[in-house]
């Protein structure tokens, strides 16, 4: 139950490439949204938001997700072995979302390279939280390759890491956290207070799997250097951020970070690659390259491990 092997992890990525994310089927992240929903509904209804509070309301919310893992868990392995396998195999799949990454940049960038900016933005606008009805060519190529610099950390790195660590329940409760980081972890009046555990433990859950995606960045493009990704990082409001995309930047010679508008309010943020050109239409296909050459070294290096780890268990 909790380690995985490394055939689930190849099995979860194969899949992934074969099928995505289908709409329609149960999902992890759903039924984290549904619960954060009526539990946030419920919690806040006679009681004050509160740090507390929504502490309570990420352990509700976390407990419930591992608990039907649990008991689905213990139905399959009553029913067959390979049942569990499966079931286990099933929750790693949904847990990353490479396919479903790619599918949603690739949306981006087909109006982008016939000029269609109204569309581009209309695609854009369903992967960033930033305001992007004016946005140009190149600010549209920024967001882009900035979403996908972020979200190969935390839609693949990230879970693949935690189920290395936890099996199949670590990358479980990552995408709940993630999930719920997403739908609470807010700087608003409602969520300054209420979302504040779920954005720190989402940070916390992070912080290694953001170094390894640098990491992998270093290794394979001499471009990147690590001291500089470091340094340009912590320039960063998040703590985990500005590693995959400083490490991003350096890799396609672009230029990223800078000014945002979110309901019409700007925020600075750090640009890295200060020196680096404009972000074009090819540079986000280019981004895409790198995260499918990060997401298969990094998931052969976790299947090999666990490959290693089990030759040496009866050791």
């Given at each position: ?28 992240a ?28 990420w ?9 039907a893992?649990?008991?689905?868990y ?7 072995p ?15 979302a490479?396919?479903?990454l ?11 390279s ?10 854009l ?13 190149g ?22 890491f ?49 170094r ?40 396609l ?6 000014d ?15 020196s680096?050109r ?15 050459r ?19 268990q009866?050791?």
């Amino acid at each position: 139950m909790w380690r995985v092997d490394p055939f689930q992890i190849l099995s979860a990525m194969l899949l992934d490439l074969l099928l995505g994310d289908p709409r329609g089927w149960p999902h992890i992240a759903r039924g984290a949204g549904w619960l954060s929903v009526r539990y946030e509904k419920l919690l806040t209804a006679h009681l004050r938001r509160s740090v507390f509070l929504g502490s309570v309301f990420w352990i509700l919310v976390a407990g419930t997700m591992l608990a039907a893992y649990t008991a689905a868990y213990r139905l399959c392995l009553a029913a067959s072995p390979v049942a569990a396998w499966l079931l286990g195999t099933f929750v790693l799949y949904q847990a990353v979302a490479a396919m479903d990454l790619s599918r949603h940049v690739k949306a981006v960038i087909r109006p982008l390279s016939t000029g269609d900016l109204a569309a581009a933005r209309d695609r854009l606008a369903q992967i960033v939280g930033r305001d992007t009805g004016e946005l140009g060519e190149g600010d549209i190529s920024r967001a882009a390759i900035e979403s996908v610099a972020e979200s190969t950390t935390d839609a693949v790195i990230a879970p693949l890491f935690w189920s290395f660590v936890a099996g199949a329940p670590g990358a479980l409760l990552y995408r709940t956290a993630n999930t719920l980081d997403s739908m609470v972890g807010h700087r608003t009046d409602a969520y300054e207070k209420f979302g504040k555990a779920s954005a720190r433990i989402d940070d916390v859950l992070n912080w290694v799997p953001a170094r390894i995606c640098a990491a992998a960045f270093c290794i394979f493009n001499s471009a990147v250097r690590w001291k500089t990704v470091r340094r340009e990082a912590a320039a960063h409001a998040s703590p985990n951020a500005g590693w995959s995309e400083a490490a991003m930047a350096h890799a396609l010679g672009v230029r990223l970070g800078g000014d945002n508008f979110y309901d019409g309010q700007r925020v600075a943020g750090p640009v890295f690659n200060p020196s680096g050109r404009t972000a074009a239409v090819a540079d986000i296909v280019s981004g895409l390259a790198w995260m499918w050459r990060i997401v298969i070294v990094c998931a052969a290096v976790f299947a090999m491990l666990l490959f290693a780890l089990k030759f040496l268990q009866p050791l």
